[in-house]
């Protein structure tokens, strides 16, 4: 399986400030990764797919990068309702694997 | 607009069976890939299995064949998740996703098993 590390294991932020989490894969995936946003209580939701592509609907704060096993997710300005924990996932083979999360709290 | 609703929580003992499922609508249900989720209490997501509806071809995650089973009934557009035996263990929230773009866009609300004695 392709194991995925992701740091900081949680991170705490003002509004406004500019948030980089870092996720890297045991080997390469090429762009074959994704960002998720979970807040408490409810299912993970879609921020970025294939390394990059932001889904519809969400903000342009938030922007994905990299490619082989190092990714970045950036949120450029923290909001309040950017609280959450972010995980990547990694789709270039089976099983698919989720790192283990980081939390963003807001100072 | 595409929706993914999961049948509601359940409370099992040690041993007891248990079938959970997953329903979808508006969308070609036959044609997306439908994975399934664990997420144990106060832990991060894990990837357990998937399923192609349109010819049930199927895959699990090394840490889950042969302890769950996923099936899908593309008459009623609804995946499963299903257990023989539960184990304490088990006692965690099933999530279902739909495939789109290689992630998972659209989840279900979630599913809570207990299992308790």
């Known amino acids: 399986d392709i194991q995925m590390t992701q740091s900081p294991s949680s991170v705490s932020a003002s509004v406004g400030d500019r948030v980089t989490i870092t996720c890297r894969a045991s080997q390469a995936i090429a762009s074959w990764l994704a960002w998720y946003q979970q807040k408490p209580g409810k299912a993970p939701k879609l921020l970025i797919y294939t390394a990059s592509n932001l889904e519809s609907g969400v903000p342009s704060r938030f922007s994905g990068s990299g490619s082989g096993t190092d990714f970045t997710l950036s949120i450029s300005s923290l909001q309040p309702e950017d609280s959450a924990t972010y995980y990547c996932q990694q789709s270039n083979s089976f099983p698919w694997t989720f790192g283990q999360g980081t939390k963003v709290e807001i100072k | 607009e595409v929706q993914v609703v999961q049948s509601g929580a359940e409370v099992k003992k040690p041993g007891e069976s248990l079938k959970i499922s997953c329903k979808a609508s508006?969308?070609?249900?036959?044609?997306?890939?439908i994975g399934w989720v664990r997420q144990m209490p106060g832990k991060g997501l894990e990837w357990m299995g998937i399923?192609?509806?349109?010819?049930?071809?199927?895959r699990y995650s090394p840490s889950f064949q042969g302890q769950v089973t996923i099936s899908a009934d593309k008459s009623i557009n609804t995946a499963y998740l299903q257990w023989r035996s539960l184990k304490a263990s088990d006692t965690a929230i099933y999530y279902c996703?739909?495939?789109?773009?290689?992630?998972?866009?659209?989840w279900g609300q979630g599913t809570m098993v207990t299992v308790s004695s």
């Open positions: 508006a969308y070609s249900f036959t044609n997306y890939w």
């Open positions: 996703a739909r495939r789109m773009n290689d992630a998972f866009d659209f």
């Open positions: 399923i192609y509806p349109g010819d049930s071809d199927t």
